[in-house]
């Protein structure tokens, strides 16, 4: 098909985890590879293990795919296998197009070399030509903030530098292919909302985008299809709310299973806390499932807090009959709580205008411990409600408007 422009077929990688004897393997491969035979990539020798293991998709012109998994659980590496760093020691991966990357910071740029030249180093790496890149050079320049120091080498770049330029020549290559990992959350809020309008931006001229993060939010946010690797494993391939409350709950039922100690036998982990309920009032304190849109909801949420949790994070979700919609969080309304002593827990939100349109909605809840990403305790849409279409509206929703007539 014309629109297939990423196809994965049973892909795998290997590593070893001794370095000397990686190089003694890749000697001897190298070895075999000359003298005839091919190398038998189907057995695990002493050290190695599948970083990726028999993974298999397909991505469709102007998708963009979510890649979630815990750490190590070797995204990176499909993403390089991807971008044709690492070849596959079995299966085939074939991309049509040109790919534009950002996979490890500061990679493809040479540290002595400035900004400057690294941007025209680079972009002819991503395959661009220099009478492109003399066109795109100040709009590079200008996306990634870095005017004062184009014509400093980039050993002295900061981390964030790194990222936003790096970014910048990838995004500006024009590619059909777009590998985003983790990199970008170096950079301030600022840049990461430029990132992410430039992304979606990419994503209405048809290209593909690859994004790897641990932030849930960002995933629903521009994804509508992820991939879950586990051990190296695909574990789910599909629509992302779906594969994003998969993956949270086996993370969270693989922190809460008991463990052996070998002092005394089975000890199982006490959750450090629970949620306990949600429950949405109206500005009269009276509970309700249904509101009008427009009108004030205060969200009531309580939790039983069994060990003192330190930076703790709090967070409802928002979601639509076919959508991630919002996302109430204390971290990123910079409301930064020390800790948590041990004890029952009331949190409440207020919402003064409740903008939603008409429909049915769900919420999932979260507890996490100094960052959204270690998460305490998950529940996923279990509380539902109905906003209502408000009185004297034309529409869904209903907005707040101050007239002025004057003659003239």
Not at 335 to 341: A, Q, R, S
Request: net charge neutral; hydrophobic share 40%; with cysteine.
């Amino acid at each position: 098909m014309d629109d297939i422009f990423i196809t994965a077929s049973g892909v795998s990688k290997k590593y070893c985890k001794s370095l000397k004897r990686s190089m003694l393997y890749g000697i001897q491969d190298i070895i075999k590879n000359i003298a005839g035979p091919g190398v038998d990539d189907c057995k695990l020798r002493r050290g190695e293990f599948w970083a990726v293991n028999d993974v298999s998709f397909e991505l469709q012109r102007g998708e963009c795919v979510g890649l979630i998994g815990p750490n190590g659980s070797g995204k990176s590496s499909l993403l390089k296998l991807l971008n044709g760093i690492l070849i596959p020691d079995r299966g085939a991966i074939r991309v049509k197009g040109r790919v534009g990357a950002l996979i490890e910071l500061g990679a493809g740029f040479h540290p002595m070399l400035t900004g400057r030249e690294n941007i025209y180093v680079n972009g002819v790496i991503l395959g661009m030509k220099k009478s492109d890149l003399d066109k795109k050079f100040d709009e590079i320049v200008d996306f990634a903030e870095i005017h004062e120091f184009i014509d400093s080498p980039v050993k002295h770049y900061s981390s964030g530098m790194f990222a936003r330029l790096g970014f910048a020549v990838a995004v500006h290559c024009e590619p059909d292919i777009l590998l985003v990992d983790e990199v970008l959350a170096v950079g301030d809020k600022d840049f990461q909302i430029k990132c992410y309008q430039k992304i979606h931006e990419i994503k209405k001229k048809g290209a593909i985008i690859i994004i790897v993060s641990h932030n849930e939010y960002t995933i629903c946010d521009l994804t509508q299809r992820c991939l879950y690797i586990k051990g190296g494993k695909l574990r789910y391939f599909g629509p992302t709310d779906t594969g994003v409350s998969f993956y949270i709950k086996e993370m969270l039922e693989s922190r809460s299973a008991p463990k052996i100690n070998q002092m005394s036998g089975i000890l199982p982990i006490v959750k450090k806390a629970t949620l306990c309920e949600l429950k949405f009032y109206d500005q009269a304190e009276i509970e309700v499932s249904f509101v009008e849109s427009g009108q004030e909801l205060r969200a009531v949420l309580e939790c039983m807090i069994y060990e003192e949790l330190s930076a703790p994070v709090f967070g409802i979700n928002f979601y639509g009959e076919n959508n991630f919609i919002y996302c109430a969080n204390t971290e990123y309304e910079n409301i930064n709580l020390e800790k948590c002593t041990p004890g029952r827990l009331r949190i409440k939100i207020r919402f003064p205008h409740f903008h939603l349109p008409a429909g049915n909605y769900t919420c999932s809840t979260v507890i996490a411990e100094e960052s959204p990403a270690n998460l305490i305790d998950w529940h996923d849409r279990q509380y539902k409600f109905i906003v209502g279409r408000p009185r004297n509206a034309r529409g869904s929703i209903k907005l707040e408007t101050r007239w002025e007539l004057d003659s003239v």
